[in-house]
């Protein structure tokens, strides 16, 4: 099982406290969508995903990356126990949505370095072992269920 | 040979000139040690990197970090040219130093993450796409000595 530090922990409730959803899961997926292109193909009925422009002013993108980061709050709230909280999830996308497990890696590669361009100087080198941990450990429960 | 477009040398350049090599190697390199810990086995000789505390005080990681992101103007100024400039440096990391090629990779994602925390909003998607296309080709030069 992972250990979390305190300085872990406080670190991921801090950013997660302070984050602004709407802003940040929308820009996150965008990102996603725009510097890895070929993640747009589980995207074929949300409309316009031309050019990174309309991407960026997509609203179905904008909604879906808050959902996504909405799917983190529970990470947060059983960080001693994610495998069972994400068992669910897991199994969902991968026998209904079948998304390639390692677009979950993708996506928080993106989520990283939208926080770290809206962070600057406080996401320091501490702050970003401790979130890259966080997501490393929800990215493997979303690729347990998976064979 | 990877193809560049205009719009893509531009963007690359134009990032390149806001990054202070001074400032940027260092901090780049300290994430490496302190976000993916195993990468302090290469630095042995380099005394006490032993905590966060040590790796960011510590010169001769800092010195270190300018040289290794100094390297990334032959890319800059060879974007055409990138496997031939880097056979050298290439067969150096290999066969002396013995780095692991995975550890580019590393570096390279650390610099992004640091440039997104420099350049916040003048980060967005399409720039960070285009920087890590660049990056992903100065990875695979220097790897071509191994494979």
Known sequence: MVEWTDFERQTIAGIFGKIDYETVGSAALARCLIVYPWTQRYFGNFGNLYNAAAIKINPLIAKHGVTILHGLDRALKNMDNMKEAYSDLSVLHSEKLHVDPDNFRLFSDCLTITLAAKMGADFNADVQAAFQKFLTVVVAAMQRQYH | ?147
């Open chain 2, 1 to 147: 040979m990877v193809e560049w477009t205009d719009s893509e040398r531009s963007t690359i350049t134009a990032v390149w000139d806001r990054i202070n090599v001074d400032e940027m190697g260092p901090e780049t390199l300290k994430r490496v040690l302190i976000v993916y810990p195993w990468t302090k086995r290469y630095f042995g000789r380099f005394g006490d990197i032993s905590s966060t505390a040590a790796v960011l005080a510590n010169d001769k990681v800092a010195n270190h970090g300018k040289v290794v992101l100094k390297a990334l103007d032959k890319a800059v100024e060879n974007m055409d040219d990138m496997h031939s400039v880097y056979a050298p440096l290439s067969q150096l990391h290999c066969e002396k130093f013995n780095v692991d090629p995975v550890e580019f990779r590393l570096f390279a994602d650390c610099l992004t993450i640091a440039v997104g925390c420099k350049l916040g909003k003048d980060f967005p998607p399409h720039v960070q796409g285009t920087w890590q296309k660049f990056l992903s080709a100065v990875v695979e030069a220097l790897s071509s000595f191994y494979f």
